[in-house]
């Protein structure tokens, strides 16, 4: 978070616009590593001027579209799919591009059955109990994990839960019940209490889809740019080998 401060700091003296402005998801604690490495390799690469990012108030595909449409951001980044841009009626020319596909974890209590394994896949989630935390900021992520499920045939049962965050999961008795989450960063640490364990679901066919998306037409070079490296940070941070 220091890091991140001081880049941003850094980047910040100048009176002009950046030369990219970029809404969507990468605003969370958990990002801020992610991030501060992005801009690192954009001024390797000798970006002159550093994108900013706008806070978050809601992960609605149809939202983040309408930011786009006024010109607020050049881009936004969502958990949604490409097939799901493409269904949204397009009055400004769009184009996506699939960043990443975060893997997930599964969080569950230490007594719970799976609490034994090392490793799960998207099978071992056939007839559990999922948590589908509430909150805008989940939607499109939610829907894009339910569709994932559903296209594997894996039937599970899922309940509303009354917290905003994974950090509340653990302060309360979700009983049997699992939470999935996005993977954290090799550089991050593993989110895991007195009561509850983080198992690594290793399954291609349950992975969280970054989308960027931005208007119709050839990108700009900053754009190109900022899009490659910040889909290199991912590689490197979930596939450091």
């Known amino acids: 978070m220091s890091a991140h401060a001081a880049l941003m700091n850094l980047f910040s003296q100048s009176d002009d616009a950046p030369a990219l402005s970029i809404s969507g998801v990468l605003d969370s604690p958990i990002d801020f590593p992610l991030v501060s490495r992005v801009l690192e390799l954009c001024q390797e690469e000798g970006m002159a001027k550093m994108p900013t990012f706008l806070p978050c108030e809601s992960v609605s595909l149809s939202d983040q579209v309408d930011i786009l449409r006024r010109g607020e951001a050049n881009c936004a980044l969502i958990f949604t799919t490409p097939d799901a841009v493409g269904e949204l009626p397009d009055d400004i020319g769009l184009q996506s591009r699939e960043v990443f596909r975060i893997p997930m974890d599964a969080i569950v209590q230490r007594d719970h059955p799976l609490a034994d394994r090392d490793r799960l896949t ?5 007839a559990q109990t999922i948590i589908r935390i509430i909150g805008p900021r989940f939607s499109t992520a939610w829907s894009s994990l339910e569709a994932q499920l559903s296209r594997a045939a894996i039937h599970v049962k899922t ?20 939470l999935l989450v996005q993977r954290a960063p090799v550089f991050s640490t593993a989110m895991q209490s007195a009561s509850c364990l983080r198992i690594p679901i290793e399954d291609e066919r349950l992975r969280l889809p970054l989308t960027a998306i931005y208007p119709a037409g050839a990108p700009s070079q900053e754009l190109s740019t900022f899009l490659d490296k910040l889909e290199q940070t991912y590689r490197e941070a979930f596939d450091p080998s």
């Open 122 to 126: 998207m099978d071992d989630l056939d």
């Open 159 to 178: 309940k509303l839960a009354p917290a905003s965050s994974a950090y509340e999961y653990v302060t309360w008795n979700p009983e049997e019940a699992v």
